[in-house]
C-alpha cells in the first residue's frame, strides 16, 4: 500500500495541492509514522480496495489529519477511521487542566491528549461536511503512538482523560492488534475510495462566526470546538483563574497572548468570560472597540436582562476609578488599541494597562501588534509587562499559531504581511497554499456588485475602504450623502451612518462603507477594501503617504507632534497595519480595488505568483 518513496509523494502532493513546502522534520515524521501504519495495513483482514488520505485538511482551518481510511461498515454505510499519529516516547499526565497532557520535545511543553486531538478534529468535519452529515459518513476517530509503550499506571491512560479516551480509542506500539481490530470493526469491506471522495468533494455548511453563535455560548453551548493551542491557552487561563478564585495565588497575574488576525483570540476570549463567569469569577470581557461591543449587545437581546449583557462587556476606559482587585479576572481583547488615557477628550485616568491591571487580580491580555491603527495605541507587549513589572504580577506568554479565518490559510496571511511590507516572509512567492477568493478588481462598482450578490446570501459580506474621505458630517445619518467619491468610475459611496455602531450586522449597511473602526474585532464572509492613495507603488516598493489620508481621520491626530523621521516611520506602521486588518476581515475571500493604478498591477501580479 505503501512504498519507500511515499513521503517524496506527499511532499509533492502538499506542494500541488496547497503550494506548501514542507520541512525537513515534518517529511522525517511522515518517514517514521507511516512506516508502522504500513505494517498494521499489510494485515490480509484488511481489504485491499480500502481508501487511504494522507494530510487530509480540516475545514476551515490550518489543521490537517494524519491519516484517514475508508471504506463500508457491516451496516452498510460509508465509514471513515481518523487516525491521529503521535511518535512520543513519553508523556505526562496534568492535572487541574482538560485534556492536557505534558511532553518532551525541544523542551517540556503541554500539549493536548491525542485522543482529544482526533475527537477535536472529526467534530471539525462533522459541523463543516454536508456529506458526512446527511449521508451519514460514519466517522472513528483515533490515535496511534507507534513509538509508545503503556505502563501499568500509564499517565495517558488515566481517568482524568476518560471522556477524550472514550470519543477516540488510544493505540501504543504494544496494541498493533488491537488497532487493526478496531479498524476491522468499523471497515467490513474496501470502498475503491469513495468514502474519501464523498469527503472531499462535499459542499461545506456556512463557516460560524462569533457574531452568529454567541447566544448558544452565552447559554453554555459548545458552539466552537477548540483545537491543539486554543485548548492549551484555554486550559490554562481557567487553571490559573480557579487558583485565583480559591486564594492559592499570592500576588497579580498577568497572561499575555499573542496571536494574528483569525487565531481565535476573540473567540477564545468570549469563551473565557462565559465560562470564568460560570466558575463564579467576578469577570468581563473589555475592549477598546465599540463596533464588537454593540454587535455583541444587539446578538445578545431577549436572551438576558439588559443590564446583565451590559455587565458582560466593558470599555477600556472603565476602570479609572476602580478600587484595586475589584475583579477576579478582566478578558482585555484587542489589546493592541489600548490607550493611554481614557474619556471623550483623552483627559481622565492615567494608563489604561496599569487601570486593568491595578482593577484585577488576574488580567488576561489578546494581542496582535501589527493591528495597532491609531497613534494612540499603546498596546504592546514590552507596555504590558512594564505595568504588569510594576504591579509585581507574575507575567506568562502564550501564543495561538494556527489560522481559523481566510479559509484557515496561515499562508495568506504571511503572504499579506510581506505584500504589505510589514515583515519578510520566506517563500512567499512559492506558496499558493491558500485556497482563498483573493481578487483584484479594476472598477470598484464592479468589486461593489460581486459583495453585494455574496451579501445577499446571508447578510455576511462587507466594503471597507481606507481612511482618505472625508467624513462629511452633515450627512453622517444619510448614506445618499457620498463621502467615497471615484469620479473616473463614477462611484460614489457613503461612510458608515454615525447613528449605528452595529454596521457590521444591519441590513442596509451593503450601501455604506465601513472603516477600520466599524470593523476590527469583526468578520465577514468576504470582504471588499478599497485602497486609497495612502498606499502606492513606486519605485518597485509599495509606500505610503500619510498626507493622503482625510482629515476628518483622527487615528493620526497628534503626529506634528512627532520629529520627520518618527512622523514617517509611525504613520507608515499605522497606514500598513490598517489595510493589513481591513484585508483579513473575510473568511471566504478578500476582493480588491486600488486607486492607485500601479499597486493594483502589483497586487494582480503578485496574487499569480502564487498559482503553481
Partial sequence: MFDSVIEEKIYNAVLEKMGRRTSASEVNSWINSLKDVQIVLSSDDIPKDVGVALEYNVPYTSKRVDVILSGIAESGNNSAIVI??????EAGKVE??????????????EVTHPSYQAWSYVSSIENYNEEVQDRPILLQPCAYLHNYYFRSDDPLLDPIYGEYLGRAPLFSKNDRQKLLDFIKKHIKYGDNKETLYLIDKSKLRPSKSLQDFLTGMIKGNEEFIMLDQQKVVYENVIANAKKVLNGN????LVTIIKGGPGTGKSVLA????????????????????????SVYYNKLKGTKKQIDIKNMFSGSGAFCDTPKNTFDVLVVDEAHRLNEKSGLYSN???NQIKEIIESSRYSVFFIDEHQRVTLK??????????????????????????????????????????????????????????NYDLRVFKDPNE???????????????????????????SGKNKNDVYDIELPEFDFKMSWNLGSTDTWAIDEKSINEAGCIHTCQGLEFDYVG?????????EGGRVISDYTKRARTDSSLKGLGKLNAVEREEVADRIIRNTYRTLMSRGMKGCYLFCVDKELGEFLEYRISKTVL
Wanted: net charge negative; charged share 25%; aromatic share 8%.
Fill in 249 to 252: 495565588r499570592n500576588g497579580k
Fill in 348 to 350: 481622565v485616568g492615567e
Fill in 84 to 89: 491521529e499519529l503521535k511518535q512520543w516516547s
Fill in 529 to 537: 477594501v478599497i485602497i486609497g492613495d495612502d498606499l502606492r507603488y
Fill in 377 to 434: 495605541d499603546i498596546g504592546t507587549e514590552a507596555e504590558i509587562e512594564k505595568y504588569a513589572l510594576e504591579a509585581g504580577a507574575t507575567i506568562e506568554h502564550a501564543e495561538l499559531d494556527s489560522q481559523f479565518r481566510c479559509n484557515g490559510s496561515d499562508g495568506y496571511i504571511e503572504w499579506l504581511n510581506d505584500v504589505l511590507q510589514i515583515e519578510e516572509t520566506a517563500n512567499f512567492d512559492s506558496t499558493g497554499d491558500f
Fill in 96 to 109: 487541574g487542566k482538560d485534556g492536557i497532557v505534558s511532553i518532551n520535545m525541544h523542551g517540556k511543553k
Fill in 270 to 293: 468570549v469563551n473565557l468570560m462565559v465560562n470564568l463567569t460560570n466558575l463564579g469569577c467576578v469577570t468581563k470581557y473589555v475592549t477598546k472597540n465599540q463596533a464588537p461591543r
Fill in 447 to 473: 468589486m461593489r456588485r460581486e459583495i453585494a450578490r455574496k451579501n445577499s446570501v446571508n447578510n455576511k459580506s462587507r466594503l471597507v475602504a481606507g481612511y482618505c474621505w472625508n467624513w462629511i458630517s
